[in-house]
């Protein structure tokens, strides 16, 4: 499993998204919302951007 978080490409026109594993969630956080401050004026708490924005997500490992 990994974390996902990803702006909505269909309202706002961006392409920012950013996986990583879990131990790295405080890393995905700060860069999801510096993105959301800087490329859209908006203002949110790391748990704000937790709850809102962040998916688990699978992932496939090749052999």
Do not use: W, Y
């Amino acid at each position: 499993m990994a974390l996902q978080v990803a702006c909505n490409t269909a309202v706002s026109g961006c392409v920012f998204m950013m996986r990583t594993e879990d131990e790295d969630k405080d890393r995905l956080l700060r860069e999801a919302r510096d993105h959301v401050r800087e490329q859209h004026g908006k203002e949110f708490t790391l748990e704000e951007i937790e709850e809102q924005f962040v998916n688990e997500v699978t992932v496939e490992v090749e052999p």
